[in-house]
């Protein structure tokens, strides 16, 4: 049975000074879910607070974005050695805002997902389709595409610790989501591409749902068998929302 990961996106809001009452707000509602794995994804400035401040190990940190070189002449950028060096462990790499609004391709996410990899971050890749790809019935095709080219080049020992999160691009701030059987219907089919491209290992690979995740659809849409939990944008914001995110994407009880 794969562990359910929920992780928090909080894009470009909250400064440091904001980010350490959300954790001393959030980190006790969540404390006793051994069950599950809890990531938060703040901007760049706020990751030293959250290093400090979050004492419960089971809460991660993760980066939103990262360049694949060690080092050099890269302006604004940020490199996966300066991320570690503050407790990061995971990494959200090809976020349909980066493809979107910076132009970032699949080659682009593969060279971020290969370097993650190599130093030892998880990453977090993002596949989604448009709704005009939706529209024209594009969306399997698309997604076959992203994932192919975005994972080239890893072993199956790879995709095994790797998280792929389903993100339609026509949901995301948008309050329209997929429903669960819409969402479960595509994560299925990634599952079944990565188990052709992969092998038996696509079975350990976990894959997340990321649109308008919120805590009255959290539970219906985690129960779903081949989804793994979520990424969670602006329902995230708000450290009882999340937790109650997180709750409801635990494991069922037998």
């Not at 819409?182 to 997340?208: T, W």
């Amino acid at each position: 049975m794969r562990r359910p990961f929920v992780a928090a996106n909080w894009k470009m809001y909250k400064t440091a000074h904001e980010a350490i009452p959300y954790i001393i707000d959030f980190a006790p509602r969540v404390e006793s879910f051994t069950d599950i794995d809890i990531v938060i994804a703040p901007p760049y400035l706020a990751l030293p607070a959250l290093a400090e401040t979050i004492t419960n190990k089971q809460i991660e940190i993760a980066a939103q974005n990262v360049h694949p070189e060690p080092q050099g002449a890269f302006t604004g950028e940020i490199s996966l050695g300066m991320l570690q060096a503050f407790g990061v462990t995971r990494v959200i790499i090809g976020h349909s805002e980066r493809r979107q609004l910076f132009g970032e391709t699949d080659t682009d996410v593969n060279a971020k997902t290969r370097a993650a990899v190599a130093v030892g971050l998880t990453p977090i890749v993002c596949v989604g389709e448009t709704l005009e790809e939706r529209k024209l019935g594009r969306t399997l095709d698309v997604l076959d595409q992203q994932v192919t080219d975005g994972l080239s080049g890893l072993s199956t020992g790879d995709i095994a610790d790797l998280v792929i999160a389903y993100e339609p691009v026509w949901a995301i701030g948008t309050g329209s989501n997929a429903t669960p059987n819409q969402a479960q219907d595509v994560h299925r089919h990634i599952r079944q591409k990565l188990r052709l491209e992969f092998g038996n290992m696509a079975a350990s690979c976990r894959i997340i749902y990321g649109g308008s995740v919120k805590p009255d659809n959290a539970a219906s849409l985690s129960a779903q068998p081949d989804i793994d939990g979520a990424l969670v944008g602006g329902a995230s914001l708000d450290p009882i929302s999340f937790a109650k995110i997180v709750a409801d994407s635990r494991p069922a009880e037998l």
